[in-house]
């Protein structure tokens, strides 16, 4: 069975950094097409970043120079580092595997605030 | 990147059909057939329910289908049920640097 558990979300400053994590079970998070996604409340998704298989990464112009996303192969875990953290990147973050989008994770809430 | 535009609501009664759209540009959804829709109920992740356009995940209801013409996609929901009160947002690959996009988002009401 597929499993995405996605941990790391906190409070933080403006000009901060978390990094999530999204571990996963069931499927190898290298020979996938691996995404976050975040959706502030109550508002829509947005598309935040990926990572193919290859290791070629895009990410949204908003979050561009600041986020990071990576994959650790022996831990079978996708990452994505964000540094200089501004009000409005706070929101869930999902992790998601497949292109499209097939399995979700729970999603894990990133709040930025002073 | 814009977002790909839906409308912000639609809502029909039991058994009824409804259709939402999608729609964007020669450089996303009118460019590609890589459109797919997601159903989100409140405080769940977000589901796929169709993709490439037009095809059904396993487990997907035939009720729910897809298509697409020029720049936009739509989503039909057939013999509309209570538990299809959702949210759905439609996707595409887009030709630009940040590959994928998502539409604004539909509030489906059953009433």
């Known amino acids: 069975e597929v499993q995405l558990v996605e941990s790391g979300g906190g409070s933080v400053q403006p000009g901060g950094s978390l990094r999530l994590s999204c571990a996963a079970s069931?499927?190898?998070?290298?020979?996938?097409?691996m995404s976050w996604v975040r959706q502030a409340a109550g508002k829509g998704l947005e598309w935040v970043s990926v990572?193919?298989?290859?290791?070629?990464?895009y990410y949204a112009d908003s979050v561009k120079g600041r986020f990071t996303i990576s994959r650790h192969n022996s831990k079978n875990t996708l990452y994505l580092q964000m540094n200089s953290l501004r009000v409005e990147d706070t929101a869930v973050y999902y992790c998601a595997r497949g292109r499209p989008e097939t399995d979700w994770g729970q999603g894990t809430l990133v709040t930025v605030s002073s | 990147q814009s977002a790909l535009t839906q409308p912000a609501s639609v809502s029909g009664s039991p058994g009824q059909s409804i259709t939402i759209s999608c729609t964007g540009t020669?450089?996303?959804?009118?460019?590609?057939?890589?459109v797919s829709w997601y159903q989100q109920h409140p405080g769940k992740a977000p589901k796929l329910m169709i993709y490439d356009v037009s095809n059904r995940p396993s487990g997907v209801p035939d009720r729910f289908s897809g298509s697409k013409s020029g720049n936009t996609a739509s989503l039909t929901i057939s013999g509309l049920q209570a538990e299809d009160e959702a949210d759905y947002y439609c996707s595409s690959y887009t030709n630009n640097s940040t590959l994928d996009v998502f539409g604004t988002g539909t509030k489906v009401t059953v009433l």
């Open positions: 990572i193919y298989s290859s290791g070629s990464t």
């Open positions: 069931g499927f190898t998070v290298s020979s996938n097409y």
């Open positions: 020669s450089s996303d959804v009118g460019g590609y057939k890589y």
